[in-house]
T-cell receptor
């Protein structure tokens, strides 16, 4: 079974700073997807970024980028120039590329951006 | 707006009761997933349906059941409710191809 671990329950940074959220996972699969989802106080789950395991290039979406280390099974999220609207719970998630395509989530990191 | 619609948004009921949560997936999405989010258990996968058939089962209690109808909407039925069933229940949908789940806003269930 796959497991996803987020070792930072809470983080807090000042606006405009850069912050990195950690995520490690355990799987015997070779083909899979990794995701970061954001859950603001409105509780909507919003996809931030995704990474296909077969791609060596790290995914980037505007101020959000990942550091994907497949051998180390590590998938960290970097938020540059953080904004107040980035305040949310962030969940790392894993999905196999075949079979039951369910998302397995980590426990989440509560990120607070301070003015 | 993800395009996934869940009703009701909030529901308060008593122990022992039964409730039904409804989900309309994004147009064209064949897969529907149900997740439970509670403070102590985090986000737990309950069940997946694909084009009307059960595809995968997670940590879903026997008191819970779900189905996906021909029009692809899905319902999650929770019966003999207990205090511990209080949680946020998410529905998500995805297209045929793998790679992304689109979540609804969730149904918050409070069992008193």
């Amino acid at each position: 079974a796959q497991t996803v671990t987020q070792s930072q329950p809470e983080m807090s940074v000042q606006e405009a700073e850069t912050v990195t959220l950690s995520c490690t996972y355990d799987t015997s699969e070779n083909n899979y997807y990794l995701f970061w989802y954001k859950q603001p106080p409105s509780r909507q789950m919003i996809l931030v970024i995704r990474q296909e395991a077969y791609k060596q290039q790290n995914a980037t979406e505007n101020r959000f980028s990942v550091n994907f280390q497949k051998a180390a099974k590590s998938f960290s999220l970097k938020i540059s120039d953080s904004q107040l609207g980035d305040t949310a719970m962030y969940f790392c998630a894993f999905m196999k590329n075949q079979g039951a395509q369910k998302l397995v989530f980590g426990q989440g990191t509560r990120l607070t951006i301070n003015p | 707006d993800s395009g996934v619609t869940q009703t009701p948004k909030h529901l308060i009921t008593a122990t022992g009761q039964r409730v039904t949560l409804r989900c309309s997936p994004r147009s064209g999405d064949l897969s529907v997933y149900w997740y439970q989010q509670s403070l102590d258990q985090g986000l737990q996968f309950l069940i997946q349906y694909y084009n009307g058939e059960e595809r995968a089962k997670g940590n879903i209690l026997e008191r819970f059941s779900a189905q996906q109808f021909p029009d692809l909407h899905s319902e999650l039925n929770l019966s003999s409710l207990e205090l511990g069933d209080s949680a946020l229940y998410f529905c998500a949908s995805s297209p045929l191809s793998v790679g992304e789940l689109f979540f609804g806003e969730g149904s918050r269930l409070t069992v008193l």
